[in-house]
């Protein structure tokens, strides 16, 4: 005669499993984990920060390190589509004045949530495993601002593109680099 455990049984003893995981010390990560994982990027100074600033990274394994990178990358895309938006509002008085400008502004700002819904999905991918999407996906996000700056090149003439865009664009695909790169790590 076999061993029979009830249902309610078994909730019991997953619920008690789930609770010994979730109480017991977190393993700690190899202690050059970060260091390891900001080598295979473009970005070494960038991604070590990002990685740092986040306390988790601690006891992160190398896919909890681009999901930290990830959301970095995301938050940065949502400052500037925020940040845009507000400008094409005419919060500085110039873009309210000059309706080009105020179109390029908003179309800006739309790509920048592209670019944000990109990395969103790059982060259902990477939960999901599918890293060659996760990796497409953010390739995708760091591409929606050369759009925004190809705009500022299209008519009407005279319609110069903002220094403080051509940083932020710069600081985006910059943490998108660190991103492909940790994602690379995490396939080697």
């Known amino acids: 005669m076999g061993l029979q455990i009830s249902t309610s049984s078994s909730f019991i003893l997953i619920l008690i499993l789930a609770v010994a995981v979730a109480v017991s010390p977190p393993a700690k990560a190899d202690a050059s984990l970060i260091q390891k994982a900001c080598r295979a990027t473009k970005y070494n100074d960038l991604c070590l920060s990002t990685l740092k600033s986040d306390p988790s990274s601690s006891r992160a394994d190398p896919k909890g390190l681009v999901s930290i990178a990830l959301a970095a990358a995301l938050a940065n895309a949502t400052s500037v589509s925020s940040f845009l938006s507000s400008l094409a509002l005419g919060s500085s008085g110039g873009a309210a004045r000059d309706p080009a400008l105020s179109r390029l502004l908003r179309d800006c700002a739309d790509k920048y949530g592209l670019?944000?819904?990109?990395?969103?999905?790059?982060?259902?991918?990477?939960?999901?495993?599918?890293?060659?999407?996760?990796?497409?996906?953010?390739?995708?996000?760091?591409?929606?601002?050369?759009?925004?700056?190809?705009?500022?090149?299209?008519?009407?003439?005279?319609?110069?593109?903002?220094?403080?865009?051509?940083?932020?664009?710069?600081?985006?695909?910059?943490?998108?680099?660190?991103?492909?790169?940790?994602?690379?790590?995490?396939?080697?």
Do not use: N, Q, W
């Not at 996000?141 to 403080?164: L, M, S, V, W």
């Open 115 to 188: 670019a944000g819904d990109a990395l969103r999905a790059s982060a259902r991918d990477l939960a999901g495993e599918a890293y060659d999407y996760a990796y497409m996906h953010v390739m995708a996000a760091e591409d929606y601002p050369r759009a925004c700056r190809d705009a500022f090149r299209r008519p009407p003439p005279g319609t110069a593109y903002p220094p403080e865009l051509a940083r932020r664009e710069d600081g985006l695909k910059r943490i998108c680099d660190v991103v492909l790169g940790i994602i690379d790590f995490l396939g080697s």
